[in-house]
Structures are given as C-alpha cells and as structure tokens.
T-cell receptor, first 113, second 118 residues
Framework: NAGVTQTPKFQVLKTGQSMTLQCAQD?????MYWYRQDPGMGLRLIYY???????DKGEVPNGYNVSRLNKREFSLRLESAAPSQTSVYFC????????????FGPGTRLTVL | AQKITQTQPGMFVQEKEAVTLDCTYD???????LFWYKQPSSGEMIFLIY??????QNATEGRYSLNFQKARKSANLVISASQLGDSAMYFC???????????????FGKGTHLIIQP
C-alpha cells in the first residue's frame, strides 16, 4: 500500500503560470483534503471532498480549484499562481466521520517567483 | 477566535525526561475529535494519538498519552521518557462533527517545536 501519494514533490513557478497538483490514495477512503502550510503556521484547509463527486471550500480557497476525478484522485489547480501561494501543500484522506484520523501525503513544496 | 491554541512555540527538554505539550481548543459542538500529529524535519505528517469528546478514558499509544480535561477544553500531549528522535514539530488538531456550519476538515494549532537535548 502506497497510502497517499502526491506529485510533484517540488515545483517552481513564475507569477501567472498555472499548474495542477496531483493526489491519489489507495485506502478506499471517501474523504479527501488539500491543506497548505506556511512558515510558523499549522496546516490550513483549502478544499475538501466528502465523497466522489462533491467538493467544498475550506478556510483559504481563493486562487485554487479542485477536481475529485474519482474515489482515488483529488487534484488541486492554481490557475494563475501568485507569490502568496508559495507554500507546502499537503493532500490527506480519511474514512468518513469526525472520529477518524487523516492520512497525509508527503507534501509538495511550491515556490512562486 | 482561534479554535486551537498551542502556547509553547518552542521547548527544550533533556533526553529521558517526560514532556507535556499544551493544547486548548474552542468549540460549541458536543461531538468532536482531537488529534496530535508529529512533523519531523523531513516534513511528513505522522499521526500520534486521538481522543474523542465522549471518551471517558485518556487515550494512550505507547509513550504518548493525552491528558484530556473536557471542562477546561484542554488536550495536552504527554511524551514519557523522551528520545532524541522525538525532536520535531507537534501539532494539535480538532475535527468537529458539525463544524459549526463551516468546512469539514482538521483545524490545526500553530505547533510546538520540541527539541530533545542529550
């Protein structure tokens, strides 16, 4: 079992460029999440998907879009990258329900110049 | 108002000592879960321990235990017999059943940077 995988691991973009961060899980989880982590901060929720076919905004959704392609995959798209989006991005998955831990991917370190 | 507060930005502890990392939370939900994650310098998020709001016993996982005081809304992590490999960032997080009408996901504190000294 690979758990939660993310690609790429590192990326450098110029302001205004677009890119998609990919995430996949092989644990048959219903729920998937995208978080960002900035220096000195905990993780903040960008978007989540409670089940295949649904997506909802989190705490910091501006500048991002998401797609829940199927039960396994949940992608995060930056349409026009800005320096404020320089961050480490984590994807996570969990079974449904508030009692369950979330399993995290290794993260993508994104720099926007 | 912050939902999760970790008041210790950094801590230095001698190896083999016990350490307590503080976490207080704020919610109006009756049903919620509290989680602790470890983030070593390599960057991955490692789940340590979980406490449910209805659990009467404090959670324990090996050297980790959670000192849950519901009336005080505190969920402190206790690491017994600390080791050099415990040096890392530690995050307290909460997930509410009803999320106060907001987003469903973990709400994290800002973390505590724990350094274990030999």
């Amino acid at each position: 079992n690979a758990g939660v995988t993310q690609t790429p691991k590192f990326q450098v973009l110029k302001t205004g460029q677009s890119m998609t961060l990919q995430c996949a899980q092989d644990m048959n989880h219903n729920s998937m999440y995208w978080y960002r982590q900035d220096p000195g901060m905990g993780l903040r929720l960008i978007y989540y998907s409670a089940s295949e076919g649904t997506t909802d905004k989190g705490e910091v959704p501006n500048g991002y879009n998401v797609s829940r392609l199927n039960k396994r995959e949940f992608s995060l798209r930056l349409e026009s990258a800005a320096p404020s989006q320089t961050s480490v991005y984590f994807c996570a998955s969990s079974p449904s329900g508030y009692v369950n831990e979330q399993f995290f991917g290794p993260g993508t370190r994104l720099t926007v110049l | 108002a912050q939902k999760i507060t970790q008041t210790q930005p950094g801590m230095f502890v001698q190896e083999k000592e016990a350490v307590t990392l503080d976490c207080t939370y704020d919610t109006s939900d009756q049903s919620y879960g509290l989680f602790w994650y470890k983030q070593p310098s390599s960057g991955e998020m490692i789940f340590l321990i979980y406490q449910g709001s209805y659990d009467e016993q404090n959670a324990t996982e090996g050297r980790y235990s959670l000192n849950f005081q519901k009336a005080r809304k505190s969920a402190n992590l206790v690491i017994s017999a600390s080791q050099l490999g415990d040096s890392a960032m530690y995050f307290c997080a909460m997930r509410e059943k009803y999320s106060g009408g907001g987003a469903d996901g973990l709400t994290f504190g800002k973390g505590t940077h724990l350094i274990i000294q030999p």
